[in-house]
């Protein structure tokens, strides 16, 4: 019986030892091409305000002749954008915005959103403390 208990600690120490760290399981930003920095206006359509990522879904404004493209924009957690002035209510569906992205290197539409500025007030915000602040100057 001891043995038993023994066998089955020690399996239980081995499989919480072998569990990946957190940051291994984490994916990168790869996928964005950091190189080439595009700017979109549009209107947001929806936000996902949860861990790991703050998703955002951007109906950009077509072109004369162009088709309406749904752009999924993907931000840091929301911890980190609440360091930087970020909340829950910072963008609301319906606001007209213009964005920076760093684009998909597969060409499809979406990106890592830098800065965003909201139309209507002139607020930009900012997904990364290199870029400064975020402002409520226009």
Sequence with gaps: MNRSITTVLAFCAVAVVAQPYPAEAHHSFAMYDPT??????????SILWSNPHVVIWLIREPATGEATQTWTLELS????LARYGWGRTSLKPGDPVEVQIFPLRSGDTGGSLRTVKILNTGQVLYSNA???QSSAQP
Excluded: A, D, E, H
């Design 77 to 80: 957690s929301p911890g980190y």
């Design 36 to 45: 080439r920095l595009v700017t979109l206006k549009g209107t947001i359509k």
């Design 130 to 132: 290199n870029q400064g």
